[in-house]
């Protein structure tokens, strides 16, 4: 659950996988949902990843010594998640999705760094989710002022 099935341990960047096969999974399910039920999936999904993500980052980052290892990526899993809630199935919408949850993740702007500092899997599935959250609100921004098209 931690590794998101094994992705966890692609190189480089396993965060970045991780994300692009939350996009390419939530692309295939998502099509297949009719239009109504496509945010309550995405946000299923999410909160199933947080639910499960939580005492699984938890786990495996006390066994494995490390405060939040780079192979745990189900927190990617779930910002991702969060970051696409009611964008298009569209490829552009998608992409900028994806592009704008990296960017946030890795930038961390405030005040994600601190979420960090919350204890466990809290605080590494956390910042992701603060992370999904500032990506939702431009993606949202983007597809609001005809950006995305």
Known sequence: MATFLGIGYLRPGPGTWA????????VLVG??????????????????????GIPAATSVARAAGIED???????????????LVGAPLRWKSQLAGF????????????????????PDGTGIVVDDLGAGVYALAVLHLLLHYGVLR
């Open 69 to 83: 290892p780079s192979f745990v990526v189900i927190d990617e899993v779930a910002g991702q998640l969060l970051a």
């Open 99 to 118: 592009i704008l949850f990296r960017a946030f993740d890795i930038l961390k702007p405030p005040p994600l760094r601190l979420l960090e500092r919350l």
């Open 19 to 26: 994300s692009a096969a939350t996009v390419l999974l939530w």
């Open 31 to 52: 099509s297949r949902l009719r239009d109504f039920w496509q945010v309550p999936g995405i946000l299923l999904l999410a909160g199933m990843a947080v639910a499960a």
